[in-house]
């Protein structure tokens, strides 16, 4: 996995890469990224489980929506919040002061 010599067992893979999957639905898709460079090098090996290849598979699908999502969501934020007057100001965390 990440150090050479250090095999993991198939059964240990299928688990780590289950929970890994399943964990990354709850608005963590940074933990998908951590799945895939974590299994990269297992990713590419014909030893590897077809299940776990499935949940690398989509952890990089899942991990490219939600990122894509949040990055649109922010660029509209960034640039509209102004529009939207008080609903605008209502879901920012930080509201600059104006002098």
Excluded at 88 to 95: K, Q, S, T
Aim: include cysteine; proline fraction near 3%; charge should be positive.
């Amino acid at each position: 996995m990440l150090t050479e010599g250090h095999e993991m067992t198939e059964e240990k893979m299928r688990n780590i890469s289950k929970k890994m999957f399943i964990g990354g639905f709850f608005f963590l898709p940074w933990l998908w990224l951590v799945h895939i460079l974590l299994f990269l090098r297992e990713w590419r090996k014909s030893t590897t489980p077809a299940d776990v290849k499935w949940y690398l598979k989509y952890s990089l699908v899942g991990c490219i929506v939600y990122t894509s999502i949040f990055v649109i969501w922010l660029s509209v934020y960034v640039t509209q919040h102004n529009k939207w007057g008080a609903a605008g100001d209502a879901i920012a965390l930080i509201i600059p002061l104006g002098r």
